[in-house]
Structures are given as C-alpha cells and as structure tokens.
C-alpha cells in the first residue's frame, strides 16, 4: 500500500457517551485498546470492578457493541468523597470494523477486570476464473 493507505484499513472506534461526558452524566467510557495479530483483530476493554453479569456484548453487521454497568457501592449520605477519579455506572462502546473481519465468529473472554474480543479474518472466498462475454458494438 502506498502512502496513508494502511491507516484506512485500521478500525474505527466510536463510544458513547462522547468524551466530554466522562463521568459527569451517568455515562462513563472504559479505556480500550485494539491492535491486529496474524488471526484477526484483538479488542481489550478495561473493566476492573465489574462482573461479568453486568456486560452484554453484541454483534451487528460490522459493529460489536459493548454495554455495562459498573456498581458503585458507596453512594450513600454516608460517604463523602475526598478524591473520586473512578467512574461507575452505565457504559457503552461501538467499534466498528472495516472489511476483512468477521464479527460473527468473534470470541469474548473476561479475566482480571478486561474484557478480551478476539475477531477473527474474514475467510476469503475462493475466486475461480470466470469467462466474461464481450459484446459487439
């Protein structure tokens, strides 16, 4: 590929709330890191505090959508904060995939507070030589 061009095969990702929303709005947006391997595409979510029955995961068309709710125990009159820079609440993360994945055959494992996605290549369809006819003026 010649010049930028590798950077249009790279995914987008797009969250929600927007990044000004940290925190403030009920919304907050986990850290996220996505890289490629010799197999596909690995998205990793930090989630530290969550369970994983508080995470939904799903897939549509070249999108997989993460949402969550991470509990905060301690929002109480009880408690009054000092320093607060941890985010609780709902969440929601969209990555959207450029061509060449297959999200469908995505697998999700959750460890250690991090949510792992690995999505596969698309398999490449076997091309067989096709005869095209030429017509006459």
């Known amino acids: 590929m010649a010049g930028n061009d590798i950077?249009?095969?790279?995914?987008?990702?797009?969250?929600?709330?927007?990044?000004?929303?940290?925190?403030?709005?009920g919304g907050w947006i986990p850290n996220t890191d996505v890289y490629l391997t010799d197999q596909g595409l690995v998205i990793k979510v930090e989630?530290?505090?969550?369970?994983?029955?508080?995470?939904d995961?799903?897939?549509?068309?070249?999108?997989?959508?993460?949402?969550?709710?991470?509990?905060?125990g301690?929002?109480?009159s009880q408690c009054r904060f000092v320093v607060m820079e941890i985010n609780y609440g709902p969440f929601e993360s969209v990555i959207e995939l450029p061509e060449g994945y297959d999200p469908a055959h995505s697998r999700a494992t959750y460890q250690n507070g991090?949510?792992?996605?690995d999505v596969p290549?698309?398999?490449r369809e076997e091309?067989?030589?096709v005869s095209v006819p030429i017509s006459a003026d």
């Not at 989630?47 to 995470?55: F, H, Q, S, V």
């Open 7 to 25: 950077f249009a095969t790279l995914p987008m990702v797009r969250r929600s709330p927007s990044s000004g929303d940290r925190g403030r709005s």
């Open 47 to 55: 989630l530290a505090g969550m369970r994983r029955e508080d995470l």
């Open 57 to 72: 995961l799903t897939v549509e068309a070249n999108q997989i959508r993460i949402n969550g709710h991470r509990r905060d």
């Open 74 to 76: 301690c929002r109480t």
């Open 114 to 117: 991090f949510l792992q996605i």
């Open 121 to 123: 290549f698309a398999p």
């Open 127 to 129: 091309r067989t030589p």
